[in-house]
């Protein structure tokens, strides 16, 4: 592994079996004992399809990730994205060393923190500060370590009044904020963040953010970084990595890979709401229109694309200070921006 590359992924590749618990049957494990007695290898290996959780599949077996191969410099902010079910969770997951893979290998240098769910090693009986010693001895930091920064810990989870109270009675962007506090204050040399950063609030979103920044550039740490939110992982991530059905798709520069992501995105056609052609009324509308910048209109448009909006409106007399007011909403009613025009 080269001096500058403190993380190196090759040939990872991991393999579930459908509506079972555990690896298989005792027959199966009977059939890899005997692979391997004859060293052969095991015989499972060679069945199994790709991790493509809309269609349905003959084989029991499927490839959550195959053939997985990349290299993380040190300081760099690797971002990891792709739709749900694409593998990213379950690689984040080896990474951190929670499972193993079937095939393959994982080679780094220095100290994993990992951020892969909401409360994870938490215990939801003990309180935050009982919590913060809990989760830092679980990722390695020494209970002088965690001591030393126990007030800046708890300064940045922004939970000091509820330090004391049990954790299970916080709210699950609390737990996220301790959790995150705890993970970034233990200087790891690599930090996996998976989606969790979700769940807190914008004002969290911020600081977090924030704080990779600063882990990555002034300390010339390795950020890992999982997300749907495509603004984060282009603020944050100067490489990032598409994954499709268990296997890299692409990688490279950040927004030529968003941008590669967003185009393989379902979008949903406009909808216009109150829309109304009723010509009784003293004010109504003729016609509505969206186009692209050349000025071409579609039925869906990609997040990145610049929009253009005309509307024709006709009104039974002259109106003293009108204006036009437009707000454009996603079907979860999220505001995605709003203009005025006098």
């Not at 029991?60 to 990213?88: H, P, Q, R, S, T």
């Not at 892969?116 to 370590?145: C, D």
């Not at 004391?164 to 200087?187: C, I, N, Q, W």
């Not at 994954?243 to 798709?249: A, H, V, Y």
Request: net charge positive; with cysteine; glycine share 8%.
């Amino acid at each position: 592994m080269k001096d500058d590359v403190i993380l190196k992924v090759e040939k990872l590749s991991k393999q579930y079996r459908l509506g079972t618990v555990g690896t298989g049957t005792i027959s199966h494990d009977l059939n890899r004992w005997w692979a391997k007695i004859r060293g052969k290898d095991d015989p499972y290996l060679k069945v199994g399809e790709s991790n493509d959780r809309s269609s349905k599949g003959s084989s029991e077996y499927v490839w959550a990730l195959k053939d997985i191969n990349f290299e993380v410099k040190k300081g760099e902010v690797l971002g990891i994205i792709g739709k749900n079910g694409a593998g990213k969770s379950t690689l984040l997951k080896i990474l951190s060393k929670v499972t193993g893979p079937t095939t393959g290998s994982i080679k780094s240098k220095g100290r994993i923190a990992s951020l892969l769910e909401v409360g994870t090693g938490f215990h939801p009986e003990m309180t935050g500060r009982e919590n913060i010693f809990l989760n830092g001895a679980i990722l390695g930091m020494t209970k002088k370590e965690i001591a030393s920064k126990l007030d800046e810990i708890i300064d940045f989870s922004g939970c000091e009044r509820y330090v004391d109270t049990p954790v299970k009675r916080y709210s699950s962007g609390m737990k996220v904020r301790l959790a995150f506090a705890v993970a970034a204050h233990l200087e790891p040399d690599i930090l996996v963040v998976d989606e969790v950063l979700a769940v807190g609030d914008a004002e969290f979103q911020k600081k977090a953010i924030g704080k990779m920044q600063d882990i990555s550039k002034g300390d010339g740490r390795t950020v890992l970084f999982v997300s749907h939110d495509m603004g984060a992982v282009k603020r944050l991530c100067n490489k990032c990595v598409l994954l499709e059905n268990g296997t890299i798709k692409t990688t490279g520069e950040t927004d030529k890979i968003v941008n590669e992501y967003l185009s393989l995105k379902t979008t949903s056609k406009i909808q216009l709401n109150n829309f109304e052609r009723i010509k009784d009324k003293e004010l109504y509308f003729n016609s509505i229109n969206i186009y692209n910048k050349e000025l071409q209109s579609k039925e869906a448009y990609l997040y990145s694309e610049d929009i253009f909006i005309e509307m024709n409106i006709e009104a039974k007399e002259h109106i003293n200070n009108s204006s036009i007011f437009v707000m454009v909403k996603q079907k979860n009613e999220n505001r995605v921006f709003a203009a005025e025009k006098n």
